[in-house]
């Protein structure tokens, strides 16, 4: 089994909100129920694409923040029955396709901590992770997840097959751990 960390491919276009009030907006409900419930509260903002990256190819996956992934109605489609029992769906506006961000509710206390290597501040906690170590036993039947002690998202090679035998595009799937 292998772990990767998701995150955007920024060789392909971000977007963004179409104004600071859309942000403020979406933020509000972000900050207080990311990882949780937020479709109850949502309110879909409308997506512009970023102005330097007009040029850039689209993809499946467009950047927009690293903790809340936006899908492509084909990655949705073609990903929703591994991904869903994981987290949630919410709809976006864009005039230049139809986009989802998905909300990892998933999050578990999987790092083995003994084994990673890792950066801490002077209190204790986690700064960085330089090194992963995942129990084995925690993370089997895990597509797609947080950890208690970052914000990154990880997934899993059940994932990262799905996304190579579709060509899906727009992810930097960068391996972290493995269980061999």
Not at 48 to 67: H, Q, R, T
Not at 68 to 87: D, H, M, T, Y
Not at 99 to 122: M, P
Request: charged share 30%; aromatic share 16%; hydrophobic share 35%.
């Amino acid at each position: 089994m292998k772990i990767y960390r998701l995150r955007h491919d920024p060789a392909y276009q971000w977007v963004t909100t179409i104004n600071d009030e859309e942000f403020q907006k979406f933020n509000q409900v972000f900050d207080e129920y990311h990882g949780k419930n937020m479709g109850i509260f949502w309110d879909p903002p409308k997506l512009k694409i970023v102005d330097d990256d007009e040029n850039k190819p689209k993809s499946d996956f467009p950047g927009f923040l690293p903790d809340f992934p936006i899908f492509s109605r084909r990655a949705k489609e073609l990903l929703k029955n591994i991904v869903a029992p994981f987290g949630e769906f919410l709809p976006f506006i864009s005039d230049f396709g139809e986009y989802y961000g998905f909300n990892v509710q998933r999050c578990i206390d999987a790092l083995d901590e003994a084994k990673s290597v890792v950066k801490r501040f002077r209190d204790g906690r986690i700064m960085q992770i330089e090194q992963h170590a995942f129990y084995p036993h925690l993370v089997r039947n895990e597509v797609i997840f947080t950890i208690p002690q970052g914000g990154n998202i990880y997934v899993t090679d059940i994932f990262v097959s799905k996304v190579e035998e579709h060509g899906l595009t727009g992810l930097d799937l960068r391996e972290v751990w493995h269980s061999d």
